[in-house]
Structure formats: C-alpha cells, structure tokens
C-alpha cells in the first residue's frame, strides 16, 4: 500500500483531498460501471441514501468517460451494451485499444471487425447466443437476391374486406 504525505492546506480543500484520494484508488471507468450495475441496496441504507449512491457513482462514471451531452450519453451506453457482448477475448482486445477513453458505437464496431477479420481472415463472429453454429453469408454470392415465390402471401389476389368499425 502507498502512502503519500498531505500538507495541511490539502487536507482543508476538498476539491484537491478528493482528486488525491481518486487518484490513490485508481478507479477505471470500467470498475466504476461494474460497481454501478453490481451494486445493492444494503440492509442499513435507505433507499434514498442507496439513490445517492447510485447516481453519485453514475455521475463519476459518466465525469471519467467525459460524456458532456445527451447524444455522448447515449453512445455511451450503446457501446457498453455492444462490448458486453464480446467475447473474452475481443473484449480485452478492445479494452487495451481503449485505455481509458471509449469507442463511439460505429468505431467499436469497426475496431471489432478488424480485430475479429485479422484474427479469423474474415469478418464474421458468430454469436452464440444468437443460435448460429455456422456463417450465415458463407456460401452467398455479392450479388444474392432472395428468390420470390409467385405464390408468396405477398402475391396472391386477395378479396376486398370491409371495415366493420366504419362501415366501408
């Protein structure tokens, strides 16, 4: 543990107290996100003191990742949503390649398509978790148009009904 000597007139000005003990501690922003969805109510807080809490540290995470607006916010948590379904190994690809500042959504997805296609020699990445076991674009050609059925629902004669709610 290291321990850094304080002047007095530090220890009286908060502003300066706190970046030294947020320094000591060393939170990444993503800890502080994991902190934040992680966290429970304990059985001696109040629910407004367990609010406080949670927007005080939501407050920080969004103060580290420097989201100053409404739209920043947003791509903030599009890309959160969008690295959690990485995987392992994808993951701390992204996370060395982002330090501590944040990919906007599109360059996420870029970082992990070249990642993914330099790795694999190609651009897919299967999810699992969607069900697929194999590239559903593998054998289609650039130019694939889905074949359309003339007896699709889309093109078979249908009668005229009428609305019985308004009569016509």
């Known amino acids: 543990m290291s321990y ?3 002047k007095k007139e530090e220890l009286n000005d908060y502003e300066k107290l706190k970046s030294i003990v947020l320094r000591e ?10 902190s934040f969805k992680n966290a429970v109510k304990s059985s001696g807080e109040t629910y407004i003191q367990f609010a406080a809490r949670l927007t005080a540290n939501f407050q ?7 989201v100053k607006s409404f739209e920043s ?11 959690e379904t990485l995987n392992k190994e994808t993951a701390t690809h992204i996370g060395i390649r982002e330090a ?4 906007r959504p599109i360059d996420l997805a870029k970082e992990c398509d070249i990642y993914i296609s330099s790795k694999n020699g190609s651009r897919k990445e299967i999810p699992i978790a969607c069900g697929y076991t194999e590239d559903p674009f593998k054998n289609r050609s650039r130019n694939f148009k889905p074949e359309i059925k003339e007896n699709s629902p889309q093109y078979l004669e ?10 016509r």
């Open 158 to 167: 249908r009668e005229n009904k009428n609305c019985y709610i308004y009569m």
């Open 100 to 103: 501590e500042d944040w990919f």
């Open 4 to 6: 850094c000597i304080l």
């Open 60 to 66: 920080y995470y969004c103060s580290l990742r420097k």
């Open 25 to 34: 501690f060393q939170l990444t922003p993503r800890e502080c996100l994991n």
């Open 73 to 83: 916010l947003c791509d903030l948590i599009i890309s959160n949503k969008l690295f």
